[in-house]
């Protein structure tokens, strides 16, 4: 409906905060100093934040994952979005690569300009950062926050939020003694106890999207496939998964285990690992026109292989609207257990960063 409603003219008047140079010169970036934050956008309401764009250089070797977005609405002290920088604009493991979703894009070069267009309505006040959790500065951090005023926000409206989580590596069983076959494709697994968690969240709103970003950790010369467990939805405290997939492939709209770099409006794989499935992997999914509705709670996992039995590397970013804001039962990742492990590393494998 994007372009359908571009002739609806708009009751609204546009803002915009950046980074430009305050004298008319050309140094439009600020520095963002080690342990330290910088405010992009300090609004005052109602309001929509449409466009967020944002490159960033500096010296630290995981910036994109040491840094975090942090979005605060209607002066609540919780934030509604906290997700290291790379993670919440599409990739994982704090790198870029070039792909275009409809909500989130990374542009040339390689992926380094990085852009959201998920609305972003609040009523009073809406404070956008970033902090910086690396030893060394942010030297050229670039930014827009563009945003429309209207006269008032339809009180239907959503609060966006986003949240990261990460385990590393999930609790996966040993495969000595066992045939691959049954390693990879055996086992039951009917509640999604020991699942990998996207989203815990309760009260009422509607989930409409994730990325996931595995790094496959199990050495093997037999067939190494990450995927093939189900996603499951529990919506408002339903025991047994309200929706349950057929696997991680096809959650993400993909088939038959997926080794091509593919990006559409609603799905990718931007990362798609390396022979036999080695290395890292990342890949989205949204919910635009499908979004997972829910009035009392929503709990998202994917199994970690079939019936869990893997044990990689697991990290994503949940994207959902909520009623209130701040509202995930999530536990925040601090930045040491954030940090991503050399794209060439294997467990008992010397590799060099």
């Known amino acids: 409906m994007v372009l359908?409603?571009?002739?609806?003219?708009?009751?609204?008047?546009?803002?915009?905060?950046?980074?430009?140079?305050?004298?008319?010169?050309?140094?439009d970036?600020?520095?963002?100093?080690?342990?330290?934050?910088?405010?992009?956008?300090?609004?005052?309401?109602?309001?929509?934040?449409?466009?967020?764009?944002?490159?960033?250089?500096?010296?630290c070797p995981h910036l994109l994952r040491t840094a975090c977005l942090r979005i605060y609405w209607d002066g609540a002290e919780?934030?509604?979005?906290d997700v290291p920088l790379g993670d919440f604009f599409g990739v994982g493991f704090g790198d870029t690569t070039n792909f275009a979703s409809l909500p989130l894009q990374m542009m040339?070069?390689?992926?380094?300009?990085?852009?959201?267009?998920?609305?972003?309505?609040?009523?009073?006040?809406?404070?956008?950062?970033?902090l910086n959790e690396s030893e060394q500065p942010i030297e050229h951090f670039f930014y827009y926050v563009d945003w429309e005023q209207p006269p008032a926000v339809d009180p239907e409206e959503g609060y966006f939020h986003a949240c990261f989580n990460r385990v590393n590596p999930t609790k996966g069983i040993c495969d000595?003694?066992?045939?691959?076959?049954?390693?990879?494709?055996?086992?039951?697994?009917?509640?999604?106890?020991?699942?990998?968690?996207?989203?815990?969240?309760?009260?009422?709103?509607?989930?409409?999207?994730?990325?996931v970003s595995i790094h496959n950790l199990r050495v093997t010369d037999q067939n190494n496939w990450?995927?093939?467990?189900?996603d499951?939805?529990?919506?408002?405290?339903?025991?047994?998964?309200?929706?349950?997939?057929?696997?991680?492939?096809?959650?993400?709209?993909?088939?038959?285990?997926?080794?091509?770099?593919?990006?559409s409006p609603y799905a990718g794989l931007t990362m798609p690992g390396g022979v036999n499935y080695s290395g890292r992997i990342s890949m989205y999914r949204f919910h635009l026109d499908d979004p997972i509705m829910f009035d009392q709670s929503l709990r998202f996992s994917l199994e970690h292989g079939h019936a869990n039995r893997r044990s990689d590397d697991w990290s994503s970013v949940a994207y959902w609207y909520?009623?209130?804001?701040?509202?995930?039962?999530?536990?925040?990742?601090?930045?040491?257990?954030?940090?991503?492990?050399?794209a060439d590393h294997l467990p008992g494998v010397e590799s060099v960063e």
């Open 108 to 130: 040339p070069q390689d992926g380094k300009g990085m852009n959201c267009f998920f609305p972003m309505p609040f009523r009073r006040a809406a404070r956008v950062d970033v």
């Open 232 to 263: 499951m939805f529990f919506i408002d405290g339903d025991t047994s998964p309200t929706l349950n997939g057929t696997g991680t492939e096809d959650y993400f709209l993909t088939a038959w285990g997926p080794r091509q770099q593919f990006c």
């Open 78 to 81: 919780q934030a509604s979005v």
């Open 29 to 59: 970036s600020v520095i963002v100093p080690p342990g330290g934050s910088h405010v992009l956008a300090d609004l005052t309401g109602p309001g929509i934040i449409r466009h967020i764009w944002i490159t960033a250089l500096g010296d």
């Open 176 to 211: 000595d003694g066992m045939s691959n076959w049954d390693y990879q494709m055996a086992g039951e697994n009917l509640d999604g106890a020991d699942n990998y968690l996207v989203l815990d969240t309760t009260g009422r709103g509607h989930y409409v999207g994730c990325v």
């Open 322 to 342: 909520q009623a209130e804001p701040g509202a995930a039962n999530m536990k925040r990742i601090a930045v040491a257990d954030r940090i991503p492990w050399p």
């Open 4 to 27: 359908e409603n571009l002739s609806r003219l708009r009751n609204a008047r546009r803002h915009r905060e950046s980074s430009y140079d305050r004298t008319g010169g050309n140094r």
């Open 226 to 230: 990450y995927g093939e467990g189900d």
